[in-house]
């Protein structure tokens, strides 16, 4: 009974039994994810919480299980039990809080809260990466380094989980992986913990793949992840080299290189990280022509290639070479899909335009740094004449306070030239022009314009003050209580008195 081809046969057959079963009450009770014309392209709704099924299969065996081997066991010592059953309490959490976002839907931090409670879980029960390699020793690093691969592991499934048959068929191939890799470690406890979920893994891909008539749901993804990022740790407790580690990142490869180029995708487009898009490996595939089951196919297909290099690892014989067949492999991959993303970033470091632009952004800190200290017109004015060509303009024109400035470089081409007017108020403002093509900083053109305005601006009672000052005599204690608004009644009525006899515009403002 302890065979694992055994318990993945048994557990295939609940599953193939099951899953109708569960497909019909989940289309009784509503349960059923509808066509949106955007994401959801399938035609009709179609059940969601295929999890349920997975998970009655594995019970049912597991109940088989223990009735067969119960006078062996001592369930009075939970720590003595085999970790299939240690691991209990953890994937009860994560199959619930999965099963929760399928039903009610929950939001981004409610999930990863569920995921990490299950993850300590597992952790306390002795899912535990406790070193890198012989005698390196994690320490405490080992809690969080434990709970952050679980947690990867875990949404890494449930990203891929966008194409029929796709979370199935690589957590399948994937389960098979570790078992053999554990026979071959002789670690049969894990063999047999894994044997089961590939069996109803490969009982519900029969319903699953294209077109499916059942999806796996939250629940299902959620917990296939988290069983194989627990089943990835088992498998690396034993290993005696750094090397070997790398084992359970090989077999994972798929979800978790998908995991990760979408959290990079994301950050380099300033955008939500638990944002959906159709930027996953399966959509550029399809972008590229292939159907829903030729992109599976070929995705399993790379799985299969990294499932042979992870067992050349797990079996400490080629671990380096496997390692670098593998990066190979991947990076030839993730060049083929073509991510605008990528590219665009590789042309900037090799052109040396992430440096220029940088280095604009340094000139622009330090243009409103300087900025921000000056104290009358005229030193904004020597300010920005100092800089405006640096960033790409070819003439500069400002209104402020009574005063008006115009610097040029004495290039006029009208053809190719551009103009940028930023007001102040009703009557100050800055212009600016400059000429398309010219070697400049225009990429921070926006930025330089909103500190000009946003600066200056919140100087502008101060320059109108000091200019009402010079026109009408105002005392300099008049003058710096007015400026930083200090003012009373008694300098209100002077300055209204000066005002009456001389109504220059700019007092004009001021007296608004």
Known sequence: MYSPLLLGVITCIFALVLTPIVRRASISFGFVDRPDENRKLHKTPIPRVGGVAILLALLCTRGVLYMVARPSIDVTDWSALPIAYRLIPAAAVIFLTGLLDDLVGLRPWQKLIGQITASLLAYFWGVQIQAA????????????????WLVLCTNAVNLIDGLDGLATGIGFLATLTIIAAGLMQH???????????????????????NPASIFLGDCGSLFIGFLLGCYGVLLTQKSPTVLSMAAPLVVLS??????????????????????????????????????????????YGFCILSAFLSLLIANYRYELPALAAFSVLAGLGIRSLKYIEFGTVRRMLLTGSFRKLLTSYISLEQFASTLARADTPEDCWLLIKKNYQDFGFSKVQMQLAGHRYIESTGRNEETKSWRLEIPISDRDYIQLAGISGAHSQQSVVPLFAEVLRRTIGSKLLAFHALQASAMLGISDNLTMELTEGKHNRNT???????????????VQGLDR
């Open 492 to 506: 209100t009525a002077i300055i209204k008195q000066r005002i009456t006899s001389s109504q220059t515009p700019a």
């Open 187 to 209: 670690n049969d406890p894990l063999a047999i913990a894994a044997a089961p979920v590939a069996g109803a893994l490969l009982g519900f891909l029969r319903y699953n793949f």
């Open 133 to 148: 390699g012989a005698g390196i020793s994690l320490h405490w690093w080992s809690l969080p380094i434990t709970v952050a």
């Open 254 to 299: 798929i979800p978790l290189l998908d995991a990760c180029l979408a959290i990079i995708r994301r950050f380099l487009r300033n955008q939500p990280i638990f944002t959906a898009d159709h930027g996953h490996i399966h959509h550029r595939l399809q972008d590229r022509g292939l159907t829903v089951r030729n992109t599976a196919l070929v995705l």
